[in-house]
């Protein structure tokens, strides 16, 4: 199995970074949580973790970097839903400053319009007890540019079953796009048996 390490953990629960070791390349797996919102305070927090994450991934520049978010931002104009508004230069920003790049991803061939994975209530309920809901994507998963272009699409998985307004978001990433070499345990060396002779 491949060794393991807890590279980075916040106070706040918004960012943990774990390495996981390998014969040709290490694997570097960032979690984030951006906060919601545009209030004075979200969008500081936000530049906080902007400079957080980047040192993280500069003081690791040798290692694949794998990002696994909720930013709360949408990085296509084509992500947008409702007429609720999230950040978007900010996140674009963070995204090219680091040579990284949302998995390539499309729900249908003119490449306009990634899958969906957030919902979102646009109605109070009915007189039926009935809501109103619109979709969008302010979630990503990351990849160093030249190995976000080549990896698996992934898909939504909605027969999975989710519990919070988020949809699961699958991909297969092959442990060669990553250069990450799972080292394989060498069974013991067999010792030559010592038979008492008369």
């Not at 953990?9 to 014969?23: N, P």
């Not at 991934?57 to 990085?75: G, P, Q, R, V």
């Not at 345990?185 to 030559?192: A, R, V």
Request: glycine share 4%; aromatic share 8%; net charge positive.
């Amino acid at each position: 199995m491949s060794r393991a390490k807890l590279t980075y953990q916040d106070d706040d629960g918004r960012i943990v970074a774990i390495t996981l070791y390998s014969e040709d390349k290490n694997l570097l797996v960032v979690g984030t949580y951006w906060p919601a919102g545009g209030s004075p305070e979200a969008l500081n927090k936000r530049r906080d973790m902007v400079l957080q994450i980047s040192n993280i991934l500069k003081s690791n520049s040798s290692c694949t970097h794998l990002i696994m978010e909720d930013m709360n931002a949408k990085f296509f104009k084509s992500d947008q839903f409702s007429n609720k508004s999230y950040p978007m230069i900010m996140y674009r920003e963070f995204v090219n400053k680091n040579g990284l790049q949302p998995i390539e991803e499309y729900s249908d061939p003119k490449h306009t319009l990634r899958p969906r994975t957030q919902l979102q209530i646009i109605s109070t309920c009915n007189a039926n007890g009935n809501a109103a809901y619109c979709n969008g994507r302010i979630d990503d998963t990351l990849l160093s540019k030249y190995i976000a272009e080549i990896v698996h699409v992934p898909r939504t998985c909605e027969t999975m079953g989710y519990r919070s307004d988020h949809v699961p978001l699958v991909a297969y990433l092959a442990t060669n796009s990553l250069n990450f070499i799972i080292p394989v345990p060498k069974p013991p060396i067999p010792q030559p048996s010592t038979k008492n002779t008369m």
